[in-house]
């Protein structure tokens, strides 16, 4: 959830929110430029928990970086290329979870257009799938959202991360973007893009709630 809401409606609509949730895990972004300090002691009260803190960074595409080189990095345009996507987003970020084969489709004809604006890119270490991360283009704002940048836990602090977000950075370039951005774990990746040069912003956080017990 992503919202705005006043000090007559916030309780209303978090408890709206937690019943139409209450058999998946809930999640709200809290983005402190809204200058709402009323939400979180308002979730904390409905069962909800921070999560992820992230920074908001930003960018020119043309910002000179380095990276491993010798990694192979391809866009994702086939089926075995988008599960290989997937794969190494749920190791890289702990998850166990998975699509079904429409919803495989239906990424994988977002990406096999490359005049579209959903691309993701996977890195091969010896043919096996390690690194990976994708981006949406907003051709009106000459602008690019990064997002599932990462790596797998054994691949980890050998460029990989860079060697993806620079390829990704340069296909921004190629498409006539001026500015790219990120929201970037301040336990991760944060402190890896304010070292290569990104211009740090407003903080936001991801609170959570578990399913409601099943009653019998």
Known sequence: MRTRLDDNHREAAIEEVREAHSNVTSEWLVHDWLGDHELPL???RHGYRPLVEHR???????????????????RVDTLEAL???E?????AFGLD????????????????????????F???????????GAMTLFPSLA???????GTVPHARGRGLYRAV?????RFASSRGTTLVGLYAKLATSAPIVARLGFEGHGRMTFWDRAPEPTQS
Request: proline share 4%; charged share 30%; hydrophobic share 35%.
């Open 87 to 91: 794969t190494v987003f749920r190791c």
């Open 97 to 120: 979870q998975t699509i079904d084969e429409q919803h495989e489709r239906q990424r994988l004809a977002d990406c096999q257009d490359p005049a579209g604006r959903v691309h993701r």
């Open 56 to 74: 908001a960074y930003v960018a020119s595409p043309d910002l000179a970086l380095t990276g491993n080189d010798r990694v192979d990095i391809r």
């Open 165 to 169: 977000l620079k390829e990704r950075m």
């Open 83 to 85: 599960r290989h996507s």
């Open 42 to 44: 308002a979730l904390t």
């Open 143 to 149: 602008f690019a959202m990064l997002w599932r940048g």
């Open 122 to 132: 996977v890195a091969y270490e010896s043919g096996e799938p390690v690194s990976g």
